[in-house]
C-alpha cells in the first residue's frame, strides 16, 4: 500500500466511523427532544438514505460510461441485493430508534457495538473456528462489561431500550454477516434500502392507527434527513471505499471506536453525562473485545505462516 493509499484509507475510515457514531447522537437528539417520532425519523432515514445512495451511484456509472470505449463494456451486471438483506436492514433501523427514545447515546452504542460483534464471532465459532486461551477471556470481560453495565440499578437502561438495543444490534450483526458475500456492496445496500420503502409505509400506516400521536417538527425532520443522506449513505460509502484496504481485523478493531466517539459527541452537543459505570463499562466490554480480535489475528497470521 502506497502511502498516498494508506493516508486515504485512514481519513476515510476514521469519517465513516465518525459518521456512524453521529447517527446515535443526531437520532437521540431528535427522539428525546420530541421533534419527531420514531417511526417517522426511521422512515425519513432509509428513504433519503436510498436517494443519497441511488444519486452516487448514478454519479460513479456516468463516470465510468466515459472512459469506456465500447457499450459492450458497459454492460456489466448490477448487484440489487435481496429481500432478506432489506428486512435485516429494516428491522435494525426501526429498534434502532426505538431504542434511543429511553437508552442515552453513550450506552446505547457501547452496548449495540459489543452485541454486533459478539454476534459475528458467535457465528463464526459455529462455523468452525476455534477461540484460543486469550479470546475466551476477552469474551468474559467484554459480557462481564455489559452484565455490569445493565445491572439493575438508579442508572441501569430502561428494559424496553435494552430489548430494542438487542434486537437492533442482531439485526445489524446478520446484515453484515449477510453482506460479506456481496460483490458490489455499494450497490447491495443502495437496493436494500429501497426494497425497505414498502416496510417503512406499512410501519408509517400502523403508526397512525395505533400510536397516540405521530408528531413532525422542522428540526425532526431535518436531523432525520441528515442521518439518512449524509451519517448513513454518504458513511456507508466511505465504509465500502476504505474497506478493500482494511484487514478483517482492523475494520472489526475500528468500529471499537464508535461508541467512545458517539459518547464524546453526545456529551458536546446534547449534554448527556459520561458516568463512571459507562466508564467501567467501556473498559471491560472494548478491552475484551479488542483482545478477542488481537488474538483471532495473531493465530490467523500463525496459521497462514505453517500452512
Known sequence: MTRALFIKTAIFTLLSITAFAANAVICRWALDDQWI?????????????????FIVMGW????????????????????????????MLFAYAIAFSFSYVTVTTATGSLILAAIVQLTMLGYAVRAG?????????????????????????????????????????YSWALYSLNGRKSKNPMSDTAYNFYRTLPMIAVASLLAMLFEDHVYLTQYGVLLAVISGAVTSGLGYILWYTALPHLSSSLASGSQLLMPLIAAFGATWLIDEPLTVRF???SLLMLGGLALVLMGRHQHRKAALKNA
Not at 37 to 53: H, I, K, N
Open 37 to 53: 417520532d420514531p417511526v417517522s425519523f426511521t422512515s425519513l432515514r432509509l428513504g433519503s438514505g436510498a436517494v443519497m445512495l
Open 60 to 87: 460513479f456509472a456516468w463516470r465510468k460510461s466515459r472512459h469506456l470505449a465500447t457499450p459492450d463494456a458497459m454492460a456489466t451486471t448490477v448487484s440489487k441485493g435481496s429481500w432478506k438483506a432489506a428486512l
Open 129 to 169: 473456528d476455534k477461540l484460543h486461551g486469550a479470546e475466551w477471556i476477552g469474551v468474559a470481560l467484554a459480557l462481564a462489561g455489559l452484565a455490569y453495565l445493565m445491572y439493575p440499578k438508579l442508572t441501569t437502561p430502561s428494559w424496553w431500550g435494552l430489548v430494542m438495543v438487542f434486537i437492533s444490534a
Open 279 to 281: 466508564w467501567i463499562a
